[in-house]
């Protein structure tokens, strides 16, 4: 495990900054499951490390087993909505997505009657729109 800082001041999912508009719904040792408060992302939440951890790279292997525990409690609790799939991922850096600089993993629901049902995490990378050039 690195040697980051528990907790970075102004960080909204460092717990001690006290910035969450939400309690956490569960934790163990490390990590943490935050419902999303998105009403476009109805059944889905974040699970999120408790230390300040910029990246998935940043985290320990505790962390990572915390995570995968933390993933089975968030599937059982998701699972309460029927989900037909879900989409679970993480965003790292600005170009990937990433607003917030805290480490966390999407768990988002997925539902057969939804406008993009089928379409997963690459769907709109593999748009003509984002061709990029080609990288050697």
Not at 64 to 80: C, G, I, N, Q
Request: charged letters at 20%; proline letters at 7%; hydrophobic letters at 40%.
């Amino acid at each position: 495990m690195s040697d980051l800082p528990h907790s970075v001041p102004g960080c909204q999912f460092c717990l001690a900054n006290d910035l969450l508009n939400d309690a956490p719904l569960f934790t163990n040792r490390t990590c943490y499951f935050l419902a999303s408060a998105d009403p476009l992302l109805q059944h889905a939440g974040m699970i999120i490390p408790f230390r300040h951890a910029a990246t998935p790279f940043d985290l320990g292997e505790v962390e990572w087993r915390d995570t995968f525990d933390l993933l089975e409690k968030a599937k059982v609790h998701l699972s309460e909505a029927l989900p037909d799939g879900y989409t679970i991922g993480w965003n790292v850096g600005a170009a990937a997505g990433q607003t917030v600089g805290h480490a966390h993993l999407h768990v988002i629901s997925r539902f057969a009657d939804e406008p993009l049902a089928g379409r997963g995490l690459r769907h709109h990378l593999k748009q003509a729109a984002n061709r990029r050039p080609t990288r050697n």
